[in-house]
């Protein structure tokens, strides 16, 4: 066959297999300097981070915020002042630029004040949930648009923090109800509130009585195991997942200790540090957080989660808990509604 | 439980100033790692008349021996040829495909020569945007294969432009990243390629041609950019050979009154397009190709199809929406069509119905006239036969009459009567 003759069709121009060539033998071409061109253009365009802290009133939610992020993200709550118990669970955002180093971060953090207060706690998470739908919802119609922008906000919640109350047994019923539920649609980062009530023992078996329980019903939590990428992740993933939940300790109040300045706890029996790994894990959770795997945080969110909501959205949207806007995408078929069911099997349909 | 959202509005979001180290300054570490691990595409386009050097300046930007065979010049039309590779330096991947046209301008009609670029290009769109559309898509792992840069070789006469290279380039301008270059530069000296230059840009500018524009709007690279866009088109000679010139050995072509140094900024604007199309340019490329080219490709192509984005109420349409009217609609049409052959072959079996029982009624009467036909006749033939047995009986009578009065006759004696009687019978 004359080899002149190979004029591939355009969609089988991917045909040839690929070879491979090492460039260094034959000299420098530049490539790696691709990376940089990246680095510029990100730090130009700067970077999104959504936040979700879910637990009870009490657990140092806005503490830990503020903890993290090393600012006044929120006015945390003190217990006594006259702020009135919401009657109803509310989401409530804020959203701040930080910047550190020229890179610039637009951090929006939700707060769920009100969840699990009720004496009646069924279905507390569908607002939860509401909302979550609610930011994919929004990155879908601004998806399809014909006419769209260069960057699509992303208001998704790239993350949810939760908050475990420290009673020292095993997940609550209400714990394992939302865990389950959410795990599904976003990352979950459980984490051990208010830690300095445990013991270093007590938190140990706690912790290993959480981890049955999320292997017992089939909960995972971020790290995703099913995510792991190759061998460096799997066992990079495989420590972190071995810690999680991480007991915390939130404070945003400095006290002296030894000469130095650190932000802690002061109680009458000593100080508690926060980023002291002897003390609590907050170093653990800051630091998986922002500063290994946020961008994870945000690819998952993206590649896995926002597909499998875009997914049901366009084959059977009338199972979805709605969100206010909402706009019927696909058609409701006949007969009774069904379970909203974790799509997995289908075969393949093209638009 | 009713659920009330609260979200400041607009951009109006406060700076908050940091206490200490958080540690996202990491982020675009993190960024170009997880870029690392996925690996980088670039695909480039060359397109150029057959002999002006395209694959052997691709094997001098790239530091390597492509595989190919030299085309000839007899070609029946112009046809793409796509190779992918592999490159890797030091931790960095590049899944690099190159294109090239094959026998581009060796034609005597070369009216439809751009053709078959365009439509390679509109396809390697057309294959991203139904992946975009599909409802179970991997975007992520997706093999991009959307020209990011389109090497336009300029044959070096030193004179313009052609017109195949005008009309030609007028076509792409909108759909790919156009970078013109002077092929085989050292055929022509230095004062005349300055003139050359000039002429190219001017007539480029006077026929709107819009060629890729390195971007000045980063501070790190606005300076080189702007440097580099003046040199335009570039003019650039292509070499693996490597020669021993002073201690060093460099890619050159040697001829018998000096040798032409690839890698001499003063020979060559090698250097020049090396650095911008890979060293500083190549993400830009790639950003350009995607949300310049792409989303136009895609707005055509989606109106084309007839969606909107909003209707005249301004309620806002779904894709999703529009496609399942139009869907329907089609259905009802093809329901409709149905119908209507339904309707017609119904009246068809009908009419040939009534013909048949027409056909079935004169039958019936010409047998009944037949048979009334027959039965008449029957009769008729009966009365014959039945006047016929009349006269034979009468004639039997009439004998047995004779007989007797001839035996009483011949009994009174007189066969004279009976002579007589018989004459007067006779």
């Given at each position: 066959?004359?080899p002149?003759?190979?004029?591939p069709s355009?969609?089988?121009?991917r045909a040839?297999?690929p070879r491979?060539f090492?460039?260094?033998?034959l000299?420098?071409?530049g490539i790696?300097?691709?990376?940089?061109?990246l680095?510029?253009?990100?730090?130009?365009?700067?970077f999104?981070f959504?936040?979700m802290v879910?637990g009870?009133?009490g657990?140092?939610k806005s503490?830990?915020?503020?903890?993290?992020f090393?600012?006044?993200i929120?006015k945390?709550?003190?217990?006594?002042?006259?702020?009135p118990?919401?009657?109803?669970l509310?989401?409530?955002?804020?959203t701040?630029v930080i910047?550190?180093?020229?890179v610039?971060?637009?951090?929006?953090?939700?707060?769920?004040?009100g969840?699990g207060?009720?004496?009646n706690?069924d279905?507390c998470w569908d607002?939860?949930l509401?909302?979550?739908n609610?930011?994919y919802?929004?990155?879908?119609?601004?998806?399809?648009?014909?006419?769209r922008?260069?960057?699509?906000?992303?208001t998704?919640v790239?993350?949810c923090v939760?908050?475990v109350?420290p009673?020292?047994?095993?997940?609550?019923?209400?714990?394992?109800?939302f865990?389950?539920?959410?795990?599904r649609?976003?990352?979950?980062?459980?984490?051990?509130?208010?830690?300095?009530?445990?013991t270093i023992?007590?938190r140990e078996a706690?912790?290993?009585?959480i981890?049955?329980?999320?292997?017992?019903h089939?909960i995972?939590?971020?790290?995703?195991k099913s995510?792991d990428?190759?061998?460096n992740d799997?066992?990079?993933?495989?420590k972190i997942r071995?810690r999680?939940?991480?007991?915390?300790v939130?404070a945003?109040?400095?006290?002296?200790?030894n000469?130095?300045c650190v932000?802690?706890r002061?109680?009458?029996?000593g100080?508690?540090e926060?980023?002291?790994?002897?003390?609590?894990?907050f170093?653990?959770?800051?630091d998986l957080?922002?500063?290994?795997?946020?961008?994870d945080?945000?690819?998952?969110?993206?590649?896995?989660?926002?597909?499998?909501?875009?997914i049901?959205r366009?084959?059977?949207?009338?199972?979805?808990?709605?969100?206010?806007?909402w706009v019927?995408l696909?058609?409701?078929?006949?007969g009774?509604?069904?379970?909203?069911?974790w799509?997995?099997?289908d075969s393949?349909e093209?638009? | 439980?009713?659920?009330?959202?609260?979200?400041?509005t607009g951009e109006?979001?406060?700076t908050?100033?940091?206490a200490?180290?958080?540690g996202?300054?990491?982020?675009p570490?993190?960024?170009?790692n997880?870029?690392?691990?996925?690996?980088f595409c670039f695909?480039?386009?060359c397109?150029?008349?057959t002999?002006?050097?395209k694959?052997?300046?691709?094997d001098t930007?790239f530091?390597?021996k492509?595989?190919g065979?030299p085309?000839?010049?007899?070609?029946p039309g112009?046809?793409?040829r796509s190779?992918?590779?592999?490159?890797?330096?030091s931790?960095?991947?590049l899944?690099?495909?190159?294109?090239s046209?094959?026998?581009?301008?060796d034609?005597?009609?070369?009216?439809?020569?751009y053709?078959?670029?365009?439509e390679?290009?509109?396809a390697q769109?057309?294959a991203y945007?139904q992946?975009?559309?599909?409802?179970?898509?991997?975007?992520?792992?997706?093999?991009?294969?959307?020209?990011?840069?389109?090497?336009?070789f300029i044959a070096?006469?030193?004179h313009?432009?052609?017109?195949?290279?005008?009309?030609t380039m007028?076509?792409?301008?909108s759909?790919v990243?156009?970078?013109p270059?002077i092929?085989?530069?050292?055929?022509?000296s230095?004062?005349?390629l300055?003139?050359?230059?000039?002429?190219?840009?001017?007539?480029?500018v006077?026929?709107g041609?819009?060629i890729?524009?390195f971007?000045?709007?980063?501070?790190?690279?606005a300076?080189i950019?702007g440097?580099?866009?003046a040199?335009?088109?570039?003019?650039v000679i292509g070499?693996?050979?490597e020669?021993k010139?002073?201690?060093k050995?460099m890619?050159?072509?040697?001829y018998?009154w000096?040798?032409v140094q690839?890698?001499?900024?003063?020979?060559?604007?090698?250097v020049?397009?090396?650095?911008m199309?890979?060293r500083?340019n190549?993400e830009d490329l790639?950003?350009?190709?995607?949300?310049?080219h792409?989303?136009?490709?895609?707005?055509?192509?989606?109106?084309?199809?007839?969606?909107?984005d909003?209707?005249p109420?301004s309620?806002?349409?779904?894709l999703?929406e529009?496609y399942e009217?139009?869907?329907n609609e089609?259905?009802?049409?093809?329901?409709k069509?149905e119908?209507?052959?339904?309707q017609?072959?119904?009246q068809?079996?009908?009419?040939?119905?009534a013909?048949?029982?027409?056909?079935?009624?004169e039958?019936?009467?010409?047998?009944?006239r037949?048979k009334?036909l027959h039965?008449?006749?029957?009769k008729?033939?009966?009365?014959?036969?039945?006047s016929?047995d009349?006269?034979?009986?009468?004639?039997?009578?009439?004998?047995?009459?004779?007989?007797?009065?001839?035996s009483?006759?011949?009994q009174?004696?007189g066969s004279?009567?009976l002579k007589?009687?018989k004459?007067?019978k006779k």
């Amino acid at each position: 066959m004359d080899p002149l003759r190979q004029s591939p069709s355009p969609s089988s121009s991917r045909a040839s297999s690929p070879r491979t060539f090492s460039c260094e033998r034959l000299g420098y071409v530049g490539i790696e300097a691709v990376l940089d061109q990246l680095k510029i253009k990100a730090m130009k365009m700067g970077f999104e981070f959504n936040i979700m802290v879910v637990g009870q009133s009490g657990l140092g939610k806005s503490t830990m915020v503020n903890t993290l992020f090393k600012s006044k993200i929120w006015k945390s709550t003190m217990p006594g002042l006259r702020v009135p118990m919401p009657q109803t669970l509310q989401l409530h955002s804020v959203t701040h630029v930080i910047e550190e180093n020229g890179v610039k971060l637009k951090l929006t953090v939700t707060d769920t004040p009100g969840f699990g207060d009720q004496i009646n706690n069924d279905k507390c998470w569908d607002p939860i949930l509401g909302y979550i739908n609610e930011q994919y919802e929004r990155y879908l119609q601004e998806e399809i648009l014909i006419t769209r922008q260069r960057h699509i906000p992303d208001t998704r919640v790239h993350c949810c923090v939760y908050f475990v109350p420290p009673t020292g047994h095993c997940l609550r019923p209400l714990d394992l109800e939302f865990l389950q539920r959410l795990c599904r649609a976003v990352n979950v980062v459980p984490v051990i509130a208010r830690a300095d009530s445990l013991t270093i023992e007590e938190r140990e078996a706690f912790r290993h009585r959480i981890q049955d329980d999320l292997k017992t019903h089939s909960i995972e939590v971020y790290p995703q195991k099913s995510f792991d990428e190759d061998i460096n992740d799997k066992i990079l993933n495989s420590k972190i997942r071995e810690r999680i939940p991480f007991a915390v300790v939130g404070a945003d109040r400095e006290h002296m200790v030894n000469g130095r300045c650190v932000l802690g706890r002061k109680t009458k029996w000593g100080i508690i540090e926060v980023e002291n790994m002897a003390h609590c894990e907050f170093p653990l959770l800051r630091d998986l957080l922002i500063r290994s795997h946020l961008q994870d945080l945000k690819d998952i969110t993206h590649n896995v989660h926002y597909e499998n909501y875009r997914i049901i959205r366009l084959k059977e949207s009338h199972a979805l808990p709605r969100g206010p806007g909402w706009v019927n995408l696909a058609p409701t078929p006949p007969g009774p509604g069904k379970v909203c069911r974790w799509a997995e099997d289908d075969s393949d349909e093209d638009f | 439980i009713c659920n009330s959202i609260s979200r400041p509005t607009g951009e109006g979001c406060r700076t908050v100033p940091l206490a200490g180290h958080v540690g996202f300054d990491s982020l675009p570490d993190q960024l170009v790692n997880k870029s690392v691990s996925q690996g980088f595409c670039f695909n480039i386009l060359c397109v150029g008349e057959t002999g002006l050097g395209k694959s052997t300046l691709m094997d001098t930007l790239f530091n390597t021996k492509f595989e190919g065979e030299p085309a000839t010049h007899t070609q029946p039309g112009v046809q793409l040829r796509s190779n992918t590779y592999d490159l890797q330096e030091s931790n960095v991947g590049l899944k690099l495909t190159i294109v090239s046209t094959v026998g581009f301008g060796d034609q005597i009609n070369k009216e439809d020569s751009y053709k078959p670029i365009v439509e390679f290009i509109d396809a390697q769109f057309e294959a991203y945007l139904q992946e975009e559309l599909k409802i179970r898509r991997v975007l992520h792992t997706y093999h991009d294969s959307r020209i990011h840069a389109c090497l336009y070789f300029i044959a070096p006469t030193g004179h313009s432009l052609k017109s195949l290279d005008l009309v030609t380039m007028k076509k792409l301008d909108s759909k790919v990243n156009i970078i013109p270059i002077i092929a085989k530069s050292d055929a022509i000296s230095k004062s005349e390629l300055t003139k050359f230059k000039i002429k190219i840009t001017s007539e480029l500018v006077s026929n709107g041609v819009q060629i890729y524009q390195f971007p000045t709007d980063d501070e790190s690279v606005a300076e080189i950019n702007g440097t580099m866009n003046a040199h335009l088109p570039f003019a650039v000679i292509g070499s693996t050979e490597e020669l021993k010139i002073g201690n060093k050995m460099m890619k050159a072509r040697q001829y018998p009154w000096g040798t032409v140094q690839v890698e001499n900024e003063a020979h060559c604007d090698f250097v020049k397009l090396r650095e911008m199309l890979i060293r500083v340019n190549m993400e830009d490329l790639r950003e350009q190709t995607h949300s310049r080219h792409y989303e136009l490709y895609r707005r055509c192509k989606l109106e084309e199809m007839g969606f909107k984005d909003t209707d005249p109420d301004s309620k806002p349409f779904s894709l999703q929406e529009t496609y399942e009217a139009k869907r329907n609609e089609f259905l009802g049409e093809l329901q409709k069509k149905e119908e209507e052959m339904r309707q017609m072959f119904v009246q068809r079996v009908k009419e040939k119905e009534a013909e048949l029982k027409e056909a079935e009624k004169e039958l019936h009467e010409k047998f009944d006239r037949l048979k009334k036909l027959h039965q008449d006749e029957k009769k008729k033939l009966e009365d014959k036969k039945k006047s016929l047995d009349d006269e034979v009986n009468a004639f039997k009578q009439r004998k047995t009459a004779a007989e007797l009065l001839q035996s009483q006759g011949s009994q009174a004696g007189g066969s004279q009567t009976l002579k007589r009687d018989k004459e007067k019978k006779k």
